[in-house]
């Protein structure tokens, strides 16, 4: 007999309906908890974000004083302006937004790996982004990589969606998400441009694709559109990207860093204090503030070592593959305790346990395991991605930071994976939708 009170009474939540849920407090206690324990965050400025950031404040130029620069992308200053706005030294109110952007990458993520097709598997990847090493690391630092990594997952989601069902609306959300990534890391303005090319062949017929072609691309150019014209107006140069790439090629082209390979010992670091002094003398011979010069001076530099030395060059191209890739951090102090050595080596098993993972679910999806819709539509673009990143770190200089951005696709290869495995050995069905 039913109790008079039962119909009245609530039914319990569902347990997948506790699934998102879940992941958001697991990623507030874990981005919150390692900021919290970590008593040097955001102390430091590496890349000179704050100082831009403090100057847009306090001066209204982004740039030094009232001299406006492009040696570092927009995006990111922006949002560190915001924070100094709130508190002086940004430290509560960039932690908040570090973590508000983490819950957001960790949100998106989960939505796309249920894009790919690896349903209940989809909180995996998910879970796989929340506590990442890297992004944990990030997040207690003024640097780009949680703005980036949530970028690339809401762009990939976009890309996705706009692939599965393409409209105008779609095509320009899509360009214009990628736009604004490239805003935060310029390395992705060659993945935009294939997308841009590439995304109307999913269109029906060549009326529709004429019109995802110009949704996308013109949503690019309003994004990209008032950076470019701020550069061409105060340098000449309407670059969307910055005037940094060519330090930033140089850095990984040059004869102390080649002679560093050449004779390097097993551990050691490149002392780059010879680098920087050469690089000193030379910038000397153009006029201060000449940063589209000093640019074109780093190019040519970069591009003589490399044809002077082509076997370098191709043995620091396998290099510096490595190092993108790398499972192992690379140690950075001499003096190096047990306990860090001891973190170093946590890191790798991570790593090295999601890259077998990784490995097995690109073998399921080559055998079909998603279907050929979800492999063109959804899977394709985070494999461009990938491709596109490591092609240009593979040139220009980098570290396993760099790879920040393609966490949401290894995440998601690593739940297909797991799917996969788990569909083996139970003599399941291993990514259900």
């Given at each position: ?15 997948d309906r506790l699934i998102p849920a879940a ?57 560190l302006a915001a924070c100094l706005s709130v ?147 105060h340098f000449g140069k309407p670059t969307p ?193």
């Amino acid at each position: 007999m039913t109790h008079p009170d039962e119909s009245t009474r609530p039914a319990p939540p569902r347990p997948d309906r506790l699934i998102p849920a879940a992941l958001l407090v697991l990623t507030l206690v874990v981005r919150a908890g390692i900021i919290a324990a970590t008593p040097q965050a955001f102390d430091g400025d590496p890349d000179a974000y704050r100082a831009v950031a403090g100057n847009l404040v306090e001066h209204g130029c982004l740039g030094s004083k009232d001299i406006p620069t492009a040696t570092r992308p927009p995006l990111y200053p922006l949002l560190l302006a915001a924070c100094l706005s709130v508190d002086a030294e940004a430290r509560l109110s960039l932690a908040a937004a570090h973590v508000l952007l983490a819950l957001a990458t960790v949100f998106f993520s989960c939505r796309l790996a249920e894009r790919w097709g690896l349903g209940r598997w989809a909180p995996a990847a998910a879970v796989l982004v929340a506590v990442d090493p890297i992004l944990l690391a990030q997040s207690t630092l003024v640097m780009t990589e949680t703005l980036a990594t949530l970028l690339a997952a809401a762009s990939l989601l976009a890309v996705t969606a706009c692939a599965a069902q393409a409209t105008g609306r779609r095509a320009a959300a899509a360009g214009g998400l990628i736009a604004a990534a490239a805003l935060c890391r310029p390395t992705f303005l060659p993945w935009l441009g294939l997308v841009i090319v590439l995304l109307p062949w999913f269109g029906k017929g060549w009326r529709q694709r004429a019109r995802l072609l110009a949704a996308a691309a013109i949503a690019a150019a309003v994004v990209l559109g008032p950076w470019a014209a701020r550069n061409a107006l105060h340098f000449g140069k309407p670059t969307p990207a910055t005037n940094h790439g060519g330090f930033t090629l140089l850095l990984a082209n040059n004869p102390s860093f080649y002679d560093y390979l050449g004779r390097r010992s097993p551990g050691e670091t490149w002392n780059a204090d010879q680098f920087n002094s050469d690089w000193s003398v030379r910038a000397q011979s153009l006029a201060p503030g000449d940063e589209v010069a000093a640019d074109r001076l780093a190019y040519a530099d970069a591009c003589q070592t490399i044809r002077s030395r082509p076997r370098m060059f191709a043995y620091a191209c396998l290099v510096r593959l490595g190092r993108t890739w790398a499972l192992l951090p690379h140690r950075i102090d001499s003096a190096e305790t047990a306990r860090g050595r001891g973190a170093r080596w946590a890191v790798a098993v991570f790593y090295a346990a999601e890259s077998l993972l990784a490995l097995v679910g690109l073998v399921a999806l080559a055998r079909g395991k998603v279907g050929r819709n979800r492999l063109v539509s959804g899977w394709s673009w985070g494999l461009l991605l990938v491709v596109v990143f490591t092609a240009v770190h593979t040139v220009f200089w980098t570290n396993m930071r760099m790879r920040a951005p393609l966490i949401p696709v290894v995440a998601a290869a690593s739940a297909a994976g797991l799917g996969s495995l788990w569909g083996s050995l139970s003599r399941r069905k291993p990514l259900s939708d």
